[in-house]
């Protein structure tokens, strides 16, 4: 059975983007060696993809072809009316949990929670998160959109791995116990 695995970037000071949704944060930091840290092996291993729809919409202002080409997307939302505009991409407006348990059991690879921070807390308080790779950037970005939003559910996590990157970025890699 595959597992669910968020793999995000977080600003040393928690926040996955900043209250416009913007990441622009991200790419400011100096990467001359242009390092992907471990993006294209993690998507390898990838089968499925979940964002919500801030973050969808979020990957389609990056003005390139959609990256997620030849995987399943799932876009998840309250919005009834909302849709998708690229490949494979399906819109998804209730039972998450039955969805995520089922694309366990049907997929061979891995799912991958891209985010938003409500989805997040969802599975978190849902129990249908893995595992975590959270990629730490050393940047503060003060006001932002926190990684963990209002999460009602205590859940320990066990580090598996750390990985640490020339350009002062860290892969902190964690399974729920």
């Known amino acids: 059975m595959s597992k669910t695995i968020l793999y995000i970037a977080t600003s040393l000071d928690g926040k996955i983007a900043r ?3 913007s990441l622009d944060w991200l790419y400011a930091l100096p990467n001359p060696n242009h390092i992907d840290y471990g993006y294209e092996q993690f998507l390898s291993t990838i089968g499925a993809t979940i964002m919500g729809k801030n973050t969808y919409k979020e990957i389609l202002g990056f003005g390139v072809d959609w990256p997620y ?10 919005d009834k009316a909302f849709k998708s ?4 991409t399906f819109i998804v ?6 969805l995520v348990n089922d694309l366990k059991k049907r997929n061979k690879k891995d799912i991958w929670l891209i985010g938003g921070g409500q989805l997040i807390a ?4 849902n129990d249908l998160l893995d595992s975590m790779i959270l990629t730490l ?7 932002g959109i926190r990684l963990f939003q209002d999460i009602s559910k205590e859940t320990t996590w066990t580090l598996k791995s750390v990985e640490r990157f020339e350009t002062g970025v860290v892969n902190l890699t964690y399974d729920r116990k």
Do not use: C
Request: hydrophobic share 30%.
């Open 19 to 21: 209250m416009d949704g």
């Open 69 to 78: 080409a030849g995987l399943k997307s799932y876009v998840v939302t309250t």
């Open 137 to 143: 950037i050393p940047t503060t970005i003060g006001e």
């Open 85 to 88: 505009t690229t490949p494979d």
């Open 122 to 125: 969802s599975f978190l308080d």
């Open 93 to 98: 407006s209730n039972n998450l949990k039955d």
